[in-house]
């Protein structure tokens, strides 16, 4: 999809936001296959058609309130089919939340931590706003190195003891998957990027967890072809692994490419979302029979 047609697409959604509408309804609009147009639209917009949808009707509940003091009204007229879901959607997390690149992190506090993982020493920072900082390393001190040099002008704590339960709902999260116990992640990510990064890190979040694309297919669906190299340069830019999962990026032969944590890592981190793939298959048929 071209920007316009997504462009198009997004003003048809806003048309009939009050529908229950499902992806397979916006593919037969717009005649593309429902993975083709969950990626295209990410990769242009950032967020998923039905993120984006939330995000409209989320728009229209707030302006229902501040017209009319009656709430269950407001939730219904912005389209929610009941009170729970605006809960649910209030506290969600569209995409990726930018930092000014240029700025080295100036104004921002970051709290870190590390822990050793099943794929050995990691740190993770985050800021208020979610993860800006997930690598593994050999040493805390080399870690902390890494962070300071990532965000210089940052204010760097480490995280309180006992840490927050945010912390622990992260951690968790993250040693579940790397013990291939978990496939989708859904951390809040507040990275540095230039734009052309954000484009390519959004994209690498629709691709699902089992899957694997070259550098080039990356480049076609971000609708740059001939950036082939850039995607590259962008995914070894990226500081926050998993949660940017820039390991389902390989070369167009098959062999995995590169990786600054390691190929050992990238290995078992597809091999891991492989299996967990088969296995939520083979429950899923098994539970259609």
């Given at each position: 999809m071209t920007a316009r047609e997504v462009e198009e697409l997004c003003n048809w959604i806003?048309?009939?936001k009050d529908s229950s509408l499902t992806l397979a309804d916006l593919s037969r609009h717009t005649g593309l296959s429902p993975a083709h147009l969950q990626r295209s639209f990410k990769a242009v917009v950032g967020v998923s058609p039905r993120q984006y949808l939330e995000s409209l009707r989320l728009n229209d509940f707030k302006q229902n309130l501040r017209d009319q003091t009656d709430v269950t009204t407001a939730i219904y007229n912005a389209g929610f089919s009941s009170p729970s879901r605006?809960?649910?959607?209030?506290?969600?997390?569209?995409?990726?939340?930018?930092?000014?690149?240029?700025?080295?992190?100036?104004?921002?506090?970051?709290s870190y931590a590390t822990e050793q993982t099943p794929l050995g020493l990691m740190m993770i920072g985050a800021t208020d706003r979610g993860l800006c900082f997930i690598q593994f390393g050999e040493s805390k001190e080399a870690l902390l190195d890494l962070l300071a040099e990532e965000y210089p002008r940052a204010t760097l704590t480490p995280m309180p003891d006992p840490p927050s339960p945010e912390y622990r709902q992260w951690m968790d999260a993250l040693n579940a998957y790397l013990s291939g116990h978990k496939?989708?992640?859904?951390?809040?990510?507040h990275v540095r990027a230039t734009?052309?990064?954000?484009?390519?890190?959004?994209y690498l979040?629709?691709?699902?967890?089992?899957?694997?694309?070259?550098?080039?297919?990356?480049?076609?669906?971000?609708?740059?072809p001939k950036a082939t190299r850039a995607v590259a340069r962008a995914c070894a830019s990226n500081t926050v692994a998993m949660a940017i999962p820039c390991h389902r990026v390989i070369r167009a032969t098959g062999s995995l490419g590169g990786y600054r944590w390691g190929l050992e890592r990238k290995r078992v981190l597809?091999?891991?979302?492989?299996?967990?793939?088969r296995t939520n298959e083979s429950h899923a048929g098994t539970q259609r029979r």
């Open positions: 806003g048309q009939h605006i809960y649910e959607k209030t506290g969600a997390h569209l995409g990726m939340t930018p930092m000014d690149y240029r700025g080295g992190g100036i104004g921002i506090e970051i496939t989708d992640l859904q951390l809040p990510v734009a052309f990064q954000m484009k390519v890190w959004k979040q629709t691709i699902p967890a089992g899957s694997v694309e070259s550098y080039r297919e990356v480049a076609e669906g971000i609708g740059e597809i091999a891991n979302e492989k299996r967990e793939a």
